[in-house]
């Protein structure tokens, strides 16, 4: 499996931004699909993006023209870049590399998962 680690999250004010990093170490990144979830209390994970490894991504209509991710190869990071926060955002928030070459919102397709890292965001 590959190993992920989350970092960046934080408490930021609504309309404010923050950026999540996603490492690894000994994998490359960019030969797979990196996803990016979150987990609210009480409510199910979802799907908030996600980058192929041909560097196409996808979004969640809720995050859509807020949030991008990228990927810098020489880092071996994936970033998912959160603007115009809102306190509906507030989430635990996960990284996810799925082995296989097509790209899926549904956090089952995903083989090995980061320990999350926490956004909140007071209104």
Do not use: H
């Not at 490894?53 to 880092?75: E, H, L, M, P, Q």
């Amino acid at each position: 499996q590959v190993q992920l680690v989350e970092s960046g999250g934080g408490l930021v004010q609504a309309g404010g931004s923050l950026r999540l990093s996603c490492a690894s170490s000994g994998y490359t990144l960019s030969m797979y699909t990196i996803g990016w979830f979150r987990q609210a209390p009480g409510k199910e994970r979802e799907f908030v993006g996600n980058i192929r490894w041909s560097g196409g991504s996808t979004y969640a209509d809720s995050v859509k023209g807020r949030f991008t991710i990228s990927r810098d190869n020489a880092k071996n990071t994936v970033y998912l870049q959160m603007n115009n926060l809102k306190s509906e955002d507030t989430a635990v928030y996960y990284c996810a590399a799925r082995a296989a070459r097509s790209a899926s919102v549904l956090s089952v397709d995903y083989d090995s998962w980061g320990q999350g890292t926490q956004v909140t965001v007071s209104s």
